[in-house]
Nanobody, 116 residues
Framework: QVQLVESGGGLVQPGGSLRLSCRAS????????MSWMRQVPGKRREEVAL????????NYAGSVKGRFIISRDNAKNTVYLQMNSLKVEDTAVYYC?????????WGQGTQVNVSS
């Protein structure tokens, strides 16, 4: 059974940091591209960061570049998103996604609220 379980969301003040984790099970984690997406009600889901299976390719959305860091530990079947210098506009539900050709898995999401 495939599972992606996110954790680490919460409430943080502007300028603060959070680290999201996504633990995967039920598939060969190291062969999947992993990404973090976020969604605000009424808006399209946005991909904020992506990392290849071996970690050699990383991409960020322009809105988070220089502030967020994606990483993965294939031994632990876990992908992380370190979020620094958080802004109010980073408030969203953050989803973990695993994908390969013809297959895409999603986590249940974790809420991040950035507010003073």
């Amino acid at each position: 059974q495939v599972q992606l379980v996110e954790s680490g969301g919460g409430l943080v003040q502007p300028g603060g940091s959070l680290r999201l984790s996504c633990r995967a099970s039920g598939f060969t984690f190291s062969t999947y591209v992993m990404s973090w997406m976020r969604q605000v009600p009424g808006k399209r889901r946005e991909e904020v960061a992506l990392i290849s299976g071996d970690g050699g390719l990383i991409n960020y959305a322009g809105s988070v570049k220089g502030r967020f860091i994606i990483s993965r530990d294939n031994a632990k079947n876990t992908v992380y998103l370190q979020m620094n210098s958080l802004k109010v506009e980073d408030t969203a539900v953050y989803y973990c996604n695993a994908r390969t050709i013809g297959i895409s898995y999603w986590g249940q999401g974790t809420q991040v609220n950035v507010s003073s």
